[in-house]
């Protein structure tokens, strides 16, 4: 093993978490390592894309882009075997002292198993991106279900995830803003 990686086995395993377990899916259910890819890939596509004409060979860029990639490999990690598991974001929502102690244990999840380091996305602004990321790849799980028939996640999930959206939209880059309202019209378009 290497000696910065001393927790493969337990970093592996946080991919293998379930997501959505409170609600019916189709087909099969989410893991973790799925959603962080679907993140991954949204965040290439809103900010490597656009921003890497720019770049022109900063180092600042690309350390920045890395730190943006790192944080969303490693922002749901916590959730393994020995974690916290997937809490719903609308459980946090619904009650902020639930948000605040899994928060505190994922941090110390985080220190114990080696990647409190990863997970630093290092600017506010990635913050903001991760948390961007993590909306829009809930938006497009829901609109995958909602295109196999699934109507029961859409209706319960979809007016709080619109709410999430809006209270972000101020904050919103151009590219963030157009790929929301895309899929906002798509699934609105589906549901009819």
């Known amino acids: 093993m290497l000696d910065n990686q001393p927790n493969l086995e337990a970093w592996i395993n946080g991919g293998e978490v379930q997501r959505y377990h409170q609600w019916p899916m189709c087909h099969r259910q989410q893991t973790v390592a799925e959603h962080t890819f679907n993140m991954l890939l949204i965040s290439t596509h809103l900010y490597f894309a656009t921003s890497a004409k720019w770049a022109d ?3 600042d860029y690309f350390a920045e882009m890395l730190a943006l990639q790192q ?3 490693f922002h749901d990690v916590a959730e393994g075997r020995r974690g916290t598991s997937d809490v719903s974001a609308w459980a946090k929502r619904r009650s902020p002292h639930i948000k605040e102690s899994i928060s505190w244990a994922e941090a110390q999840i985080a220190v114990d198993f080696g990647f409190d380091g990863w997970i630093n996305p ?3 602004r990635n913050e903001r991106r991760v948390k961007m990321c993590d909306k829009l790849e809930l938006m497009w799980t829901v609109i995958s279900q909602l295109q196999l028939g699934n109507t029961i996640i859409f209706d319960a999930s979809w007016p709080v995830i619109i709410e999430m959206m809006e209270e972000m939209k101020s904050d919103m880059e151009m590219n963030e803003l157009k790929l929301y ?4 019209d798509r699934a609105n378009q589906i549901r009819g």
């Open 57 to 59: 060979g900063r180092e």
């Open 71 to 73: 944080a969303i490999l």
């Open 122 to 124: 290092y600017s506010n």
């Open 181 to 184: 309202k895309e899929w906002r």
